[in-house]
């Protein structure tokens, strides 16, 4: 795939974030850190990512939450270590995966809520150009 910016990647608005992400992987586990959020996914950092398209179930940690947000995912591009220009992270964009349309409603309301919580509204405004729905 050629290079281009991370922005041109994303089909949504992402906001930075430090949220502990845990998953499996070939009967190891690992746990890294989310860069930033988005409705439609996350960025992890990691030295050790999956390969592009792998589908796999993880968990996202937020300290706000009751427990962990559970949720399915896809790799859609990753940077390696070795590939990674000046002030970019190594690590695995993720687009989240549903199961039906009232998953998706409720990981949107979620994500935004943490979104809210952690930037403030106004912030939340200008990143997504409209004011939270939950």
Do not use: C
Not at 40 to 57: A, D, Q, S
Not at 69 to 86: N, T
Not at 99 to 115: D, G
Not at 118 to 129: M, N, P, S, V, Y
Request: glycine letters at 8%; zero cysteines; charged letters at 30%.
């Amino acid at each position: 795939m050629p290079e281009r910016g991370t922005a041109e990647r994303r089909a949504s608005p992402r906001a930075p974030i430090e949220l502990r992400v845990e998953y499996r992987r070939v009967n190891a586990f690992f746990a890294d850190y989310a860069k930033n959020i988005g409705r439609g996914g996350i960025f992890v950092r990691t030295e050790r990512p999956l390969e592009v398209g792998t589908e796999f179930r993880f968990e996202l940690h937020v300290p706000a939450f009751d427990g962990p947000l559970a949720l399915r995912g896809r790799v859609q591009w990753v940077v390696h270590s070795e590939s990674a220009s000046e002030g970019q992270e190594p690590g695995m964009e993720i687009a989240f995966l549903y199961e039906s349309e009232a998953e998706r409603q409720r990981v949107a309301r979620r994500v935004e809520r943490l979104l809210v919580e952690q930037l403030g509204a106004g912030a939340f405004e200008k990143l997504l150009g409209r004011k939270p729905t939950f």
